[in-house]
């Protein structure tokens, strides 16, 4: 089956349900791109800003707790020197009192940090998410037709994972790892300039073989973490489509080649885990030496009278906190090359800007809206096929209250017309009128307010059958919501269910069968009490009984409403006011059916396949 822009459904009607699954979980495991340039991460301050007394306390208390830090390996210098070099009891008391006092400002100034620093990130990552998901939805259809929607939950779930790992926990920890190695290595130049730049000459030994070992490390990781893509790629496309691989009895098959990829991402695992074994035998071996030739260095200083015990010590405490603060940013860095990624492909899709959008000086609609509809020789091609124009020249006009059928081959143009009604796009040419006002000069959400949509296969959601009813108007009353379900043929069912009217059907409302489903999308439409009632193929997917109660709930509904009705099944436009025909984009013929099928025209054909000899 094709949409109205020729691309592939599926038959739920959703654009390539099995391979969107599949696809959005292969991205979703897969490695997100690292960048260099962190740049991105600044579309992250407008958050922040939002919350600066949050951001003040966070960043007050990282240079507390750091300096708290710092003067721990003050206060042990001192338990070593005025402590247990005089010999005293009061000395060691005093001492160890100043030790203690120190790790308890240090506590509460580390408890303080936390606090501020994952309450701001949860903040700025709540808000982000609501900003996406917000913006997402004010996207026109136009955008989806060149991003997929797996592409875009990729974004507002994977990436902005990533950003809440930094904000959450990276962030914090680059920064007070760095406040630290700056602190420390300040520190450690005023406490002993000697052994400040013995450590200079012994950083290079120890970094150089970490990064070149750490470049093949990333390397493995990546393999790995793309074996594993394919793995979960495999097993989403299995499972989206788990009743046809049980209907060929392929079970094993599958099992055999979900195995066989999961054994191929173990197997690139195992080379990234032993190559980081490695790395770490060889780092820890030279961190470790140089920390020996350190202290060697500095016991003959102490030897020679240059230096007080307390003194080497405390610079020892000071150079582990360096090299701890080096370790934990190049834990990190990685961290926020992959967030500093995603922001970037976050902040793309914030700054997609909506085709569709209100103009500046809106033009209100009449009220009451009458339903009256003005084409006026429209033309439209679809984003990226501008050279096959859906409608070309389409002009109708369609009376208050009047029930006029759109009928004509697949690719005429039907479903564009409600869609442009609807304005999801807006025509190339000429001009759509509601009431006598251009769409274009309306907002979007007030001309679709009043417009009640029945499709195909109209999408329901998860909860209650009163909630999907009442998706079709927030503030509509429990009776009201019962006078719609009444008027849709629906109630015989709902009251049938084990809770009535508060059951829940189900993700996307698969407890029911397709003719109910139907019947309570109709519902939702009716609890609108919108005057232009759109109906797209209401009833070709449904059983003659189905379609009976279905077409009943639709005969209802059309009354005392302006009505669009598109339909391949010519016996439900019989009763129509007026039917139009359509071919390649414009109108081609119009009239009641048996006027129609006199003319010998294109109803007069597709009546004879439908009907047989008895229509002509």
């Not at 370790?327 to 970037?344: F, I, N, P």
């Not at 019947?519 to 232009?532: D, H, S, T």
Request: glycine share 10%; charged share 20%; net charge neutral.
């Amino acid at each position: 089956m094709t949409d109205v822009n020729g691309g592939e459904i599926s038959a739920d009607g959703r654009p390539g349900a099995g391979a969107e699954l599949a696809q959005s979980l292969s991205e979703a495991a897969a490695r997100r791109p690292r960048r260099k340039d962190i740049r991105p991460l600044a579309h992250l301050l407008p958050f922040v800003r939002r919350h600066i007394g949050d951001a003040l306390a966070a960043g007050f208390f990282l240079l507390f707790s750091t300096s708290a830090t710092l003067g721990l390996t003050a206060a042990f210098k001192e338990v070593i020197d005025k402590g247990f070099a005089k010999g005293s009891h009061g000395s060691v008391n005093s001492a160890f009192l100043l030790l203690g006092g120190v790790a308890l400002v240090l506590a509460v100034a580390t408890a303080a940090r936390f606090f501020f620093v994952t309450r701001l990130g949860e903040r700025v990552v709540a808000d982000l998410r609501r900003a996406l998901y917000g913006h997402v939805l004010s996207l026109d259809p136009a955008y989806f037709l060149k991003t997929r929607t797996g592409e875009v939950l990729s974004r507002m779930t994977t990436d902005v994972t990533l950003i809440d790992q930094l904000v959450g926990a990276s962030a914090s920890i680059a920064i007070r790892n760095t406040l630290s190695l700056v602190g420390g290595l300040g520190y450690m130049a005023v406490v002993s300039p000697k052994l400040a730049g013995f450590i200079v000459l012994m950083v290079p030994v120890v970094l150089v073989p970490m990064f070149l070992m750490g470049r093949n490390v990333r390397k493995l990781s990546a393999t790995a973490q793309d074996r594993f893509a394919d793995a979960v790629g495999y097993a989403g496309e299995s499972l989206d489509a788990l009743d046809t691989v049980q209907a060929f009895v392929r079970e094993r098959e599958a099992d055999r080649r979900f195995g066989s990829a999961v054994e191929t991402a173990f197997d690139a695992s195992v080379r990234r885990i032993r190559a980081r074994a490695m790395m770490t035998s060889v780092v820890i071996t030279l961190a470790f030496g140089g920390v020996t030739l350190l202290l060697w260095f500095g016991a003959q200083l102490v030897l020679k009278g240059e230096m007080t015990p307390g003194t080497l010590a405390q610079f020892a405490l000071l150079a582990i906190m360096a090299a701890g603060s080096v370790g934990a940013l190049g834990e990190v860095w990685g961290d926020v090359q992959k967030a500093s990624g995603a922001m970037d492909r976050i902040a793309e899709l914030l700054n997609a800007k909506p085709g569709i959008a209100p103009p500046q000086a809106p033009k209100a609609l009449p009220s009451p809206v009458r339903g009256e509809i003005a084409f006026s020789d429209v033309a439209f091609a679809y984003p990226g096929r501008p050279d096959l124009p859906a409608l070309n020249g389409f002009t109708l006009t369609v009376k208050p209250g009047e029930t006029v059928a759109l009928v004509g081959p697949s690719g005429a143009g039907k479903s564009t017309v409600l869609r442009l009604l609807l304005r999801f796009y807006d025509p190339q040419g000429g001009a759509i009128r509601l009431d006598g006002v251009d769409l274009r000069e309306a907002t979007p959400a007030e001309v679709r307010g009043t417009m009640a949509l029945v499709a195909q296969d109209s999408p329901l959601f998860s909860g209650s059958a009163m909630d999907n009813i009442r998706f079709g108007r927030a503030d509509a009353t429990e009776d009201e919501a019962r006078a719609a379900a009444d008027a849709a043929q629906a109630t015989g069912f709902i009251s049938a269910l084990p809770q009535g009217f508060d059951t829940p059907v189900g993700e996307r409302a698969k407890t029911l069968s397709g003719g109910q489903r139907q019947r309570l999308a109709i519902a939702r439409a009716l609890v609108r009490q919108a005057p232009i009632l759109l109906l797209d193929e209401a009833t070709s997917a449904l059983d003659a009984e189905n379609e009976r109660l279905v077409q009943q709930a639709l005969d209802a509904a059309m009354s005392g409403r302006t009505t669009l009705v598109i339909a391949h099944r010519l016996a439900t436009v019989l009763q129509a006011d007026r039917i139009v025909v359509m071919e390649e984009g414009r109108v081609v013929e119009e009239g009641k059916h048996a006027d129609l099928v006199a003319k010998g025209g294109l109803y007069a054909r597709l009546a004879r396949l439908q009907f047989g000899v008895e229509a002509a």
